[in-house]
């Protein structure tokens, strides 16, 4: 058993989406995660060891390189696509509740602000390791926030925002979802906001990086 | 030393009478429409319309009026076409934007909305397309509208990516004589963005200019194809270089050296902390090419070759010298190892910095007048020592930026420039 998810981490931390992908070119014509995913669900494996043993495993190590500069964007997407392949088999798992999940999060760009890529970066890593990702998308006001928040009471929430005439728009959204929520955890990231903004407009959490804010909620999901 | 002599002594790493500065010759040195509007009244300028000379980003123009009071050397020069395809010049119309300011736009800057009523252009102005970039309310500029088809790998075509790189047309050749004409004679340093030679910069990937895109045209997609798709990504680079390398050969004999400077590259390759790829890749997937262009035109011209990266690219500074870069900008100091002592130190001899003056993400956006004083005399000591530099903020100037800040900034250079 261990093998298989072993080989499914290892697909996941290099971005070996399926048999057809060329990436990356050592393990050309080799299966992916895609088919090793659904090889283990074949041969009986529970899917929360596949969650938790095979893509928890990988996407750590995905952060954790990231994080260290070992490796940059293009690697990450292709890990989190081959994350998401895995992911696909395992959606049944997640709607019958026999994966458990850590909790969810509220996840969206702000309002004003079209940039994505880090957003979805931050989603993807939490979604591999274990949460539930409501995203958003971009340009989302506090309203929906809020909405949304309701409909998943309990749930936490990351903004991003890329630019500085953006990045102001996360206090407003800060204040209006701890006035319905005020256990709710919120994350900030992105380029131009820092710990000192994070302070300044009351938010929970600041992460240059998506690991620091996975493993933020991995932190408040033990507690 | 008038303007140019000053920018020219400058690049050439001599010392200037003083330290020259640029804001607003080209998309990345600029000034919000918002922003100039705010410089112009705060100086007392003749009331006018902000024209917009660069609709992505909403730049306005500033003109001569405005640089003669903020001590501004450089012009830019822009292509005929800005990023949606539009012609730049000729007739303008008035437009109401979110923020409220009227500003001027080309007569086939043609808008719609989305339900949301959210503002969409479309691209060469053609409302029968669907848009190509959209400015939410929220928001003081465009961004892309993703228009990806869905990728067939058997049925990849590198051509389908190059459809933006073709051959100069005779009527751009003419525009660009005239453009030429206009500056012949002039005192400042002029710098020409003629587009076509910048190498995977994301921004251009999603074509906003191109009615129906075809090829690798999500911001995600490419960046993975970068890794997964190299030959591909080559083929298209190849193939750019080619065309561009003909297109500069037909502009020299228009421009000649009438220009000092010449936009080459935007793609950044850095993020706030680190990069968007390893030095290998920038070696073997970026460099060739940026040397094949940086190389014709040092053996054919006078021109400098400028380098847009936006981030943490310490790293990748000697390659871009390498590469034959002659100037770096933004010099985005606010980021990891961006330390301007450091880069003067190391590479200031070797490369200018046009850019580095003062940090736009926390400083002039959010700090004090005295914040800004403090920063940009500190940079000007830095970066000002034995030439190799030209002021400008780290990018441009955004819409939300305290006039009272802008002002410091400029007295600030002057007060620096006059000791």
């Not at chain 2, 400077?261 to 460099?287: H, K, P, R």
């Not at chain 2, 990266?309 to 034959?324: D, L, Q, R, T």
């Not at chain 2, 800004?372 to 939300?400: D, M, P, S, W, Y």
Request: glycine letters at 8%.
């Amino acid at each position: 058993m261990d093998d298989i998810l072993n080989k499914i981490a290892y697909c996941v931390e290099f971005g070996k989406i399926n048999l057809q992908s060329p990436y990356p070119p050592d393990m050309k014509g080799l299966p992916g995660a895609d088919e090793l995913t659904q090889e283990a669900l074949d041969k009986g494996i529970d899917a929360d060891d596949i969650l938790q043993k095979a893509l928890v495993v990988g996407m750590e190590k995905v952060g954790i390189k990231f994080r260290e500069n070992k490796i940059f964007v293009p690697q990450v997407l292709m890990s989190a696509k081959a994350m998401n392949m895995a992911i696909r088999h395992l959606k049944p798992y997640f709607l019958s509740g026999n994966i458990k999940r850590k909790g969810t999060v509220v996840i969206g760009t702000v309002a004003g602000d079209l940039h994505d890529i880090g957003k979805n970066l931050v989603a993807m890593m939490f979604e591999g390791n274990g949460w539930e990702v409501i995203d958003l998308g971009t340009d989302v006001s506090a309203q929906k926030f809020v909405e949304e928040l309701k409909n998943h009471p309990g749930s936490h929430v990351g903004l991003s925002a890329l630019l500085t005439t953006t990045m102001v728009n996360m206090e407003q959204i800060v204040r209006e979802v701890k006035n319905v929520a005020p256990d709710s955890r919120v994350l900030i990231g992105g380029a131009p906001v820092n710990e000192e903004f994070k302070t300044k407009i009351g938010a929970d959490f600041y992460s240059p990086d998506p690991q620091g804010a996975v493993e933020f909620l991995n932190s408040v999901a033990s507690r | 030393m008038n303007s140019k002599e000053r920018v020219i002594a400058s690049l050439n790493h001599q010392i200037p009478d003083r330290i020259p500065v640029d804001m607003g010759s080209t998309g990345v040195t600029g000034i919000h429409a918002l922003a100039v509007e705010k410089l112009r009244a705060w100086y007392g300028l003749e009331e006018k319309l902000v024209r917009i000379i660069e609709p992505y980003q909403m730049l306005g123009d500033v003109e001569s009026d405005l640089r003669e009071i903020l001590g501004i050397d450089v012009i830019g020069l822009s292509p005929r076409k800005n990023m949606f395809g539009i012609q730049n010049c000729g007739n303008l119309k008035e437009l109401r934007t979110f923020w409220g300011q009227v500003v001027l736009v080309p007569g086939d800057f043609n808008t719609s909305h989305d339900e949301e009523g959210n503002l969409l252009i479309h691209p060469e102005g053609d409302l029968q397309v669907a848009p190509s970039a959209k400015m939410p309310k929220a928001s003081y500029f465009f961004d892309a509208i993703i228009r990806q088809d869905p990728v067939n790998e058997e049925k990849l075509d590198p051509v389908d990516n190059l459809e933006e790189f073709s051959d100069i047309s005779e009527e751009d050749l003419a525009y660009w004589k005239n453009e030429i004409e206009k500056i012949k004679g002039t005192n400042h340093a002029v710098i020409a963005n003629f587009g076509g030679t910048a190498i995977g910069d994301i921004a251009l990937v999603p074509a906003m200019n191109l009615r129906h895109p075809r090829g690798i045209r999500d911001i995600a997609e490419w960046y993975m194809s970068i890794i997964m798709r190299p030959d591909y990504i080559h083929e298209i680079f190849t193939g750019q270089t080619e065309v561009a390398i003909r297109n500069l050969q037909k502009l020299y004999a228009v421009v000649n050296n009438h220009i000092d400077a010449v936009f080459i590259c935007g793609t950044d390759f850095g993020t706030q902390d680190s990069q968007f790829c390893g030095i290998d890749t920038l070696e073997t997937m970026y460099l060739p090419y940026y040397k094949k262009m940086n190389d014709w035109i040092h053996e054919h011209t006078r021109w400098k070759t400028f380098k847009h990266s936006c981030g943490a690219v310490e790293p990748f500074i000697n390659k871009f010298i390498e590469a034959g870069f002659d100037i770096l900008n933004p010099v985005q100091v606010s980021a990891r190892g961006m330390d301007p002592s450091h880069l003067k130190n190391t590479y200031g001899d070797r490369i200018t910095f046009w850019g580095g003056g003062v940090d736009t993400q926390k400083v002039l956006s959010f700090g004090s007048p005295e914040d800004v004083k403090k920063q940009v005399t500190e940079n000007l000591r830095i970066f000002g020592r034995n030439g190799g530099f030209v002021f400008n903020t780290v990018h441009n100037i955004q819409a939300n930026v305290p006039v009272e800040n802008m002002v410091s900034m400029f007295e600030t250079i002057n007060e620096f420039n006059n000791a």
